[in-house]
């Protein structure tokens, strides 16, 4: 087939436009976000909540449950108890074991007339079985999967619900980074039983987890969750303030980072971290850095050899050295893997939750956390910590430095370089 | 200029060597690839951009305060109580009190609006800018990028040489090209972190005088005081952080702030995220709340399928509604005509709709049950619920909720109501004209 050049020129322009197009669509717009130093934490949490949009809310009760053996009891039990309405999102659903427990439970609560709302991400959930879905949609239970893998829904492909939250009745919340799934049972004893950390809430703060669990709701079902079922006039139960962080992708700057990122320059005496992926920024790293230099003892505990994902370890390791060297403390858990993400500034306030600290987390994901305010909290969550330390071992400058060698560095440099998608 | 292949024919006709520039070699194979990438380009594209049709099913509710708890936290607003709100009608109650506070800010302004073009106005405002700005008073101002393309460049030089810092939302360049529709059309102030203002107001000379005639508009903002400026002053932060990577925080920004008096109130600020936006939901919660009375005042008036059914739910459950939009002065023809297309069957099922005939009626005004109020920048059409960042308060306090209606019932007096036979009886070219804007609303 003959055709004029400009043809065939007009043919290369339409894929280059189109081409173009579709990148500036998908591009993801850096935000090199510049936080202020910030004065005590106290001082500056109108600020965090503001730059958030996440309200301060008091009066509230928090219990911390700790791997599967806090957590899947705990969750069961207020199945149990449900009375009127269950609404449970989570991003992995496998089969079997415990998934099959959670379900059956879901099931049964369906069929004695409880509004039972499942939501599951379908990529998270592509090895739950049709025998578990079909156990609870025929009980009853409305089981609706979040951003199906459909052509048609291409745009929505990479935006995933990693959120994992659960209201019952409107009055008590759940929210954790346990996924269902054998790996979450257990005590986090070995690399088959994961460690993780999830709050169970209660008091006004219910209000605004589940406004979090709605949103998917209607995204994906059209159903407006209204009345005294879903969420009820809550009194005050406890002395704890909270305030609920869900970040989404809007264009913008993510909620959850500028809450992490302003949640570091906070800091006056200590910062714990707990990630299991921690790909530090530049900026972050600066913050980490200014805090350790203001006097702040910066300590991050990061997965050893057992992790789920090598890459975002490697990633992470990126700006390893540049922490090390500026006095931020690395600690790497060998006994399992930490899954758990947590913050604790200042042994007052607390964050735990879905995020993880990279890109997907703050840029792509829906997630969920919620921030306590609580030097109870604060110091349990920190008992943990150091417990975990036991498990652990310390990175050194030297010793990294020395056995960093040229083809980990570049493999490290790789997978950062990647590492906005991982 | 020659077609190439017209060249190419006549080169053929005497066997002479084509001119090889001129014709390209392409196979049957190479053809159908390109023709494949070019569809997958498409779809790609298409389902990205594509709005995911939501269609929100909202159940009736028995009062609107048991309502209330569920409306707030569905679209994230929680309710703030222990702030004053002063509403501020047209040019003439707007602009005197702003320029007060202003005047009198001592550590920060921040100013966010999509229109601004050319006038007296605008002067002022970009002169008393500049001065606080060499005062050393912070000042920061987003501007929409297309709202602003209209304004005199020295005028924004003039503010940036004095230290005003602007930032332009969603400048129209080539790697943002997936960002053009998204606009700024929210309007708020904030002083000091202390005092708000969401307002509907453009910087123009049309929002100036007391909306008297065609050349000045009517509009309604509100001045707010109390906890609820701290978030306002988020809503500002959030386009501000997008476009300039500034996190403002400290107590400047984001004071403590004690009750100041006893209005309650939220503010929904609305960003398209590809779920179901804050706004449409808290338009569509809004009227199925409503027991008594709902007033609509709203120049874009577009109400999709659903909105008309919800409109029409509340007739029947015995709420008067009235609904007033533009008469013939309006800024956008094809808009007014995209709402006409509804409008039959809005005042069959017993919507009184009233056009305003004095001037543009810009104002976007919702009142119900004479207790909640919302005033803001949100447009009832596709574009504003869907497509544009907008912010809206919502005040829950008879007295304003009076003030308005007193407002609504005067500008009452200016309008004519739509009836059935009159409405019918409208050319076939009007009604082709209202099929076909409704059609393409989405993007208007």
């Known amino acids: 087939m003959e055709i004029p050049i400009w043809v065939f020129a007009l043919m290369i322009l339409s894929i280059l436009v189109l081409g173009t197009m579709l990148w500036t669509n998908l591009r993801e717009r850096r935000f090199h976000v510049s936080v202020p130093e910030l004065d005590c934490f106290e001082q500056a949490l109108p600020s965090i909540a503001g730059m958030t949009k996440a309200i301060i809310l008091e009066g509230n009760k928090a219990e911390i449950l700790q791997n599967g053996d806090g957590f899947f009891p705990a969750l069961l039990e207020s199945i149990a108890n449900a009375k009127e309405t269950i609404n449970f999102e989570t991003y992995v659903w496998w089969s ?72 019952f009745d409107g009055r008590e919340a759940f929210i954790c980074g346990h996924g269902i799934s054998r790996l979450w049972t257990g005590n986090g004893q070995d690399k088959d039983h994961w460690r993780d950390t999830g709050v169970k809430l209660h008091g006004p703060v219910v209000n605004a987890v589940q406004s979090v669990f709605a949103e998917h709701w209607i995204e994906e079902t059209g159903e407006v969750l209204v009345g005294e079922k879903y969420f009820p006039a809550l009194d005050q139960v406890g002395e704890l303030r909270m305030h609920v962080l869900a970040g989404a992708p809007l264009g913008g700057v993510s909620d959850l980072e500028l809450m992490f990122k302003m949640a570091i320059a906070t800091a006056q005496k200590e910062l714990l971290i707990q990630n299991p992926y921690f790909i530090a920024d530049g ?24 992790t789920d994902s090598p890459i975002v370890s490697h990633a992470g390791h990126h700006h390893f050295s540049d922490m090390l060297h500026s006095g931020v403390r690395i600690f790497c858990f060998e006994r399992t893997l930490i899954h758990q993400k947590i913050l604790v500034i200042d042994g007052v306030w607390s964050h735990v939750g879905s995020t993880n600290l990279d890109s997907r987390s703050f840029d792509i994901n829906e997630e969920a956390g919620v921030g306590i305010i609580d030097e109870g909290i604060a110091g349990e969550l ?35 370089m990647l590492s906005d998608q991982l | ?7 190419a024919d006549s080169g053929n006709a005497k066997n002479k060597p084509r001119k090889p520039h001129l014709v390209f070699e392409i196979s049957l194979g190479g053809a159908i690839v390109y023709v494949l ?12 951009q594509r709005e995911r049709e939501s269609h929100v099913r909202v159940p009736d509710f028995r009062s609107f305060e048991q309502a209330l708890p569920s409306i707030a936290n569905l679209t994230g607003a929680p309710i703030l109580a222990g702030n004053s709100a002063e509403v501020l009608q047209n040019g003439d109650g707007f602009f005197p009190p702003l320029f007060d506070d202003i005047a009198q800010a001592k550590e920060s302004i921040h100013f966010e609006t999509y229109v601004w073009w050319k006038g007296e106005i605008c002067d002022r405002l970009a002169h008393t800018l500049a001065a606080k700005a060499r005062d050393g008073v912070e000042v920061r101002m987003t501007l929409d990028a297309t709202g602003s393309n209209k304004g005199d460049d020295e005028l924004f030089e003039e503010m940036e040489k004095a230290g005003v810092k602007i930032s332009y939302y969603h400048p129209i360049r080539i790697q943002d090209i997936g960002l053009i529709n998204n606009r700024t059309h929210r309007k708020v102030a904030v002083i000091d972190g202390k005092v708000a203002y969401v307002f509907g107001h453009g910087m123009a000379q049309e929002w100036t005088g007391n909306g008297q005639d065609e050349e000045h508009w009517r509009d309604t903002g509100v001045r707010l005081e109390g906890p609820i400026v701290n978030a306002v002053q988020g809503t500002f ?81 015995g709420v008067d509604v009235k609904v007033m939009v533009p008469g013939k002065v309006t800024d956008s023809s094809v808009v007014r005509h995209a709402g006409h297309a509804q409008f039959e069957q809005l005042v069959r099922r017993g919507v009184k709709i009233f056009e305003y005939q004095k001037t543009l009626n810009h104002q976007k005004i919702m009142i119900i049950d004479g207790i909640w109020s919302q005033v803001g920048s949100a447009n009832f059409d596709d574009r504003s619920l869907d497509i544009n960042d907008e912010a809206s308060v919502g005040l829950i306090d008879s007295s304003v909720a ?37 059609a393409i609303n989405e993007q208007l």
């Open chain 1, 96 to 167: 079997g074991g415990i998934c099959d427990e959670v379900a059956n439970a879901f099931a049964k609560r369906a069929r004695e007339g409880v509004e039972v709302r499942v939501m599951v991400d379908a990529m998270g959930g592509m090895k739950m079985k049709k025998y578990l879905r079909d156990l609870m949609t025929e009980a009853g239970v409305k089981l609706v999967r979040y951003h199906p893998l459909r052509l048609i829904d291409f745009g929505q492909l990479n935006k995933r619900t990693h959120r994992k939250v659960a209201v």
């Open chain 1, 283 to 306: 900026e972050t790293v600066s913050l980490l850095k200014r805090a350790v230099k203001r006097g702040v003892e910066v300590k991050i505990m990061v997965p050893g050899k057992i």
């Open chain 1, 382 to 416: 920190k008992a943990a910590f150091e417990d975990d330390l036991k498990d652990c071992e310390e990175m050194k400058a030297e010793s990294w430095d020395r056995g960093y060698h040229l083809w980990h560095r570049a493999f490290d440099r790789v997978c950062y």
């Open chain 2, 1 to 7: 200029m020659n077609l190439p292949w017209k060249k």
């Open chain 2, 37 to 48: 990438i070019i569809v997958v380009l498409f779809l790609i594209i298409w389902s990205t």
């Open chain 2, 237 to 317: 932060a959030e386009n501000w952080v997008e476009m300039t990577a500034e996190v403002v925080a400290g107590d400047k920004y984001f004071p403590r702030l004690a009750a100041a008096g006893d209005v309650r109130a939220h503010v929904t600020a609305t960003s398209p995220n590809g779920g179901v936006a804050r706004l449409e939901l808290l338009y569509k919660l809004a009227i199925a709340s409503a027991q008594k009375e709902l007033i609509i005042a709203n120049p874009y008036f577009i109400p999709d399928q659903e909105l008309v059914d919800l409109l029409g739910r509340a007739v029947k459950r």
């Open chain 2, 402 to 438: 009076a003030q308005l209606e007193n407002a609504f019932e005067k500008d009452l007096r200016d309008c004519t109501q739509v009836d059935l036979e009159t409405w019918n009886q409208r050319s076939l070219w009007h009604k082709l004209e209202d099929k076909f804007s409704y």
